[in-house]
Nanobody, 126 residues
Framework: QVQLVESGGGLVQAGDSLRLSCAAS????????MGWFRQAPGKERDFVAT????????YYADSVKGRFTISRDNAKNTVYLQMNSLKPGDTAVYYC???????????????????WGQGTQVTVSS
């Protein structure tokens, strides 16, 4: 089992940038797909971005495409989410997740992932 710990959230203004980190420990991190999801108050958890085990493939939700970048450093067991041009609509708790059993690309649903972090709050003021 991989344990995940997110960090880097905070309160920013519209147009600002943030970089979220997700540190993994446990099973071999470098062989698994990783994803970022977010959940705004009163809403369901939504897919944000995913990256394959090697970092060679990425996929984004339309709402963040061109503004967010997912990346990973397998030597550091860490996945990142660089968020630029933030909008108030990006306000949510952001979760990272690991998928052990991904068989189809892109893994953009909750059920594609097996373990989740505790989340980090991102608040964007207008």
């Amino acid at each position: 089992q991989v344990q995940l710990v997110e960090s880097g959230g905070g309160l920013v203004q519209a147009g600002d940038s943030l970089r979220l980190s997700c540190a993994a420990s446990g099973r071999t991190f470098s062989t698994y797909h990783m994803g970022w999801f977010r959940q705004a108050p009163g809403k369901e958890r939504d897919f944000v971005a995913t990256i394959n085990w090697s970092g060679s493939n990425t996929y984004y939700a339309d709402s963040v495409k061109g503004r967010f970048t997912i990346s990973r450093d397998n030597a550091k067991n860490t996945v990142y989410l660089q968020m630029n041009s933030l909008k108030p609509g990006d306000t949510a708790v952001y979760y990272c997740a690991v998928g052990y059993r991904v068989s189809a690309w892109p893994p953009s649903h909750d059920y594609d992932y097996d373990s989740w972090g505790q989340g980090t709050q991102v608040t964007v003021s207008s």
